[in-house]
């Protein structure tokens, strides 16, 4: 019997969030409101002192609660347009209505630094007995980070000017990126002979056919269009990279690793522990590609061959039976998980329509007054999409069991955040493994699980270190669109360890993390996010039962602590030392083993 009502619906419902779309009169009337609440906050902190006794503190308390739930506001608007934004590349009022957001933010994020600054005046003594009392306490984790953060920074009214001055300027310059990717159209000649002129999406999916035809027909009108394209996304990467830099300079700041580090609370021992454990364990993911190539009759993967799957584990999946197949694996690890997964596509809280026009990617956002989220997705019936949807409920489930705590509690960075996706994911992949019909159904599966680990510990450490040499040259001056092809080219090479016969030039160009303004390196907490989870889920395959409960609370702490804290607090471990991370490998080789195994 379905756990679902009636046919499941592949588009999403926005209107129980602002009815009408772009041209929403509600939308307008909150964005208004937050306008002018904004603009009060500001008035009313730009009058404030510093606290000078506890007895002082108490008067910030409603004027926390009112900022928090200002947040919230904010959060939800800018969720509703950025799925507007998602859904129809082409809808230019919400288009502007993004742009009105990114001001408002510009605004709060100034209100904010007012309020932090109040924060960094206040003296220790008063500061620490704040910080214990029963009101404050839930969120003194967050409040401690600002104000660290706050003396860090610039005076007040200057980080308020680089504020103002990026809506126009270097969010503006991630903005234009979108106009451009929605211009690039990759022309594709179907099998009857007719061109149809793919949107970068839609060409995105044909990268990753099961037919290597199809995909090395796709890739060279793939890369010829992003050449078109790459003198408008060299001076944007450009422009976003010289803006960081020359804040970082005026900020004292010398390690370009410094605030994504700081944004996602762990410490560069961490980090370089992480990759080390990576590094040392490259050569079996080098045997998995060699293995691989012979099975597709290549010497040498390509690159659309990377990605690509080895054969069908099955015919087209049917959406219903994704949903199916995720609410019955969630369940046998939480059934709080299953449920949450089952209201999700019974509400139509999930977009996954195959048409043109939608941005490409998959995404899942938050809606904090509703107390919903939104997935973003194109759905085409593969494995690979399945484990997208299953992905994107992980994150969607994480801000669920976090919904009752206070907004300033919720704020977690985006390597954790990539934690319950990622877990959701394997429980789905482990059992789709454990269930094949015969062994080669069995390798098609596998090849998928390991593809995950090719992902994050090749193809996104190539991002790392490019972006990483592309800061350090870019100190220097301006790259031109030739230099970056071979920076990035480079970065492949090393991180893929000469595995492959051919690499992706313009990846740079084409791919949308380099562009986005609010996260810096948006590639390592995706692998961290990978490699803790798979930790995670190794201590959960030794625990059994009961674990659940543990990972939910694990989850509802993510907003309040370091990743090094949460580790220690949760699962006992050290992050900063190999151990932990060489778990979580062994997970990831077993996979390899198993495959070669079944190769051999």
Known sequence: MSRFVGTLQQTWDLE??????????????????LERDIAAYQAKLQELQAPSTVEETKALDNLIED??????????????????????????????????VTSLNAAYNNVMTLFWNLLRLTSDEVWEAWMQREEIAPISFLLR????????????????????????????????YDTIVAKVGVPFEEEGGEVQMLSVGQAANKLDHPDRNVRERVFPKWEEA???????????????????????????????????????RMSKATLDAMWQVIVENKPKFVAYLERKAKLLGVEKLSWTDVDAPLGQASGKISYEQAAEDIVEQFGKFSPKLAEFATMAFNKRWIEAE??????PGGFCTSLPLSKQTRIFMTYGGNVSNVYTLAHELGHAYHQYVMEELPRFSQDYAMNVAETASTFAEMILADAFVKHAEDDQQKIVLLADK????????????????????????????????????????????????????????????????????DVPFYNFPYTFGYMFSTGIYAQALREGQGFAAKYDALLQDTGRMTVEELAAKHLGVDLT????????????????????????
């Open 226 to 264: 992003w050449t078109k394209a790459e003198d408008y996304c060299a001076d944007t990467l450009n422009r976003l990279a010289g803006f960081r830099l020359k804040l970082y300079e005026k900020r004292g700041w010398d390690d370009i690793l410094k605030e994504p580090l700081d944004m996602n």
């Open 354 to 359: 195959d048409r043109p026009g939608k941005r």
């Open 67 to 100: 900022l928090q739930a200002v947040d919230s506001r904010l959060s939800e608007a800018g969720s509703f347009i950025g799925c507007l934004t998602a859904q129809d590349q082409h809808d230019k009022k919400a288009l502007q209505l993004d742009a009105r």
């Open 145 to 176: 980070e600002k104000r660290e953060q706050a003396r860090e920074k610039l005076a007040p009214e200057l980080e308020n000017l680089v504020s103002d001055l990026a809506v126009d300027g270097y969010h503006g310059w991630g903005q234009h």
């Open 577 to 600: 030392k190999p151990d932990f991370w060489r778990d979580a490998m062994a997970v990831c080789v077993a996979d390899v083993d198993a495959f070669l195994e079944l190769t051999k």
């Open 16 to 33: 129980t969030i602002f009815s009408g779309g772009s041209a929403s009169t509600a939308l307008r009337d909150h964005l208004d409101a």
């Open 450 to 517: 390991v593809q995950n680990s090719i992902a994050f510990f090749m193809n996104i450490h190539a991002r790392f270190l490019f972006e990483t040499r592309f800061y350090e040259k870019r100190r220097q001056g301006y790259l031109d669109a030739a230099e970056l092809c071979e920076l990035m080219e480079e970065a492949q090479r090393e991180a893929f360890q000469g595995a492959l016969g051919s690499y992706h030039p313009h990846f740079w160009a084409s791919k949308l993390h380099f562009y986005i303004t």
